[in-house]
């Protein structure tokens, strides 16, 4: 029973451009997490926003929150060979204490 | 600071045997979870525990997954018996508040 839905499903652009994924959920929540996933590895944590949040930023990675919308976007700016990975919204809602839902992904591929 | 650790990485059955998988959390995190993630999808989680407590267990299959953390630091998820449908990869988390988890590496099951 996976909370988000995560747009699109796959996406391949060049090295330096810039890459938006999108993730839509469906109940209220206390945050939002973004966490990447290399092939065959562990999840990494990336930024966490709160729902009183929204905008944040980390490096080059920007994430929006629209709780009116349910909606969030992740941006990586200036992609490199690096970033390819599986991307993964997770949200923690309000019921949920400190289960966290994710999506299903979405799957980035740089190319050099 | 160590990882999250788990093992086997790798584990290769035939259905109906047992199997077992073993996580040791990252120091200081009273916060365990067990997740399964199927091929291109998110992680579902099965189970959470505080310190020695399961506190979430609700999505564990209970007729054949067992979970334990006696000592309240390491864990063990077993599977008995095992289904070809249990193949997928077990991801265990931990974490020290409600916020960011940290993520071991996963054990990759095959059920023959």
């Known amino acids: 029973s996976q909370q988000g839905e995560e747009d699109p499903q796959a996406l391949s652009i060049q090295e330096g451009e810039n890459a938006t994924m999108n993730c839509s959920y469906k109940?209220?929540?206390?945050?939002l997490q973004w966490y990447r996933q290399n092939s065959g590895r562990g999840l990494v944590h990336l930024i966490l926003?709160?729902?009183?949040?929204r905008e944040k930023h980390s490096g080059r990675l920007r994430v929006t929150l629209d709780t009116s919308k349910k909606s969030s976007s992740l941006l990586i700016t200036a992609s490199r060979a690096a970033d390819t990975a599986s991307y993964f919204c997770?949200?923690?809602?309000?019921?949920?204490?400190?289960?966290?839902?994710f999506g299903q992904g979405t799957r980035l591929t740089i190319n050099p | 600071e160590a990882g999250v650790v788990q093992s086997p990485r790798y584990k290769i059955i035939e259905k109906k045997q047992p199997v077992a998988f073993w996580c040791n959390p990252i120091?200081?995190?009273?916060?365990l979870y067990w997740y399964l993630q199927n091929l291109g999808q998110g992680p579902e989680l099965l189970i959470r525990?505080?310190?020695?407590?399961?506190?979430?267990d609700s999505q564990l299959p209970k007729d054949r997954f067992s979970a334990e953390r006696l000592k309240g630091v390491d864990s063990t998820l077993k599977i008995q018996p095992a289904e070809l449908g249990d193949s997928a990869v077990y991801l265990c988390?931990?974490?020290?508040?409600?916020?960011?988890?940290?993520f071991g590496p996963g054990t990759r099951l095959t059920v023959l």
């Open positions: 988390a931990s974490s020290r508040g409600p916020h960011e988890q940290f």
């Open positions: 109940t209220s929540i206390n945050n």
């Open positions: 926003i709160r729902s009183n949040e």
């Open positions: 997770a949200t923690v809602p309000i019921q949920g204490a400190q289960k966290l839902v």
């Open positions: 120091s200081g995190h009273n916060t």
């Open positions: 525990y505080e310190n020695e407590e399961a506190v979430d």
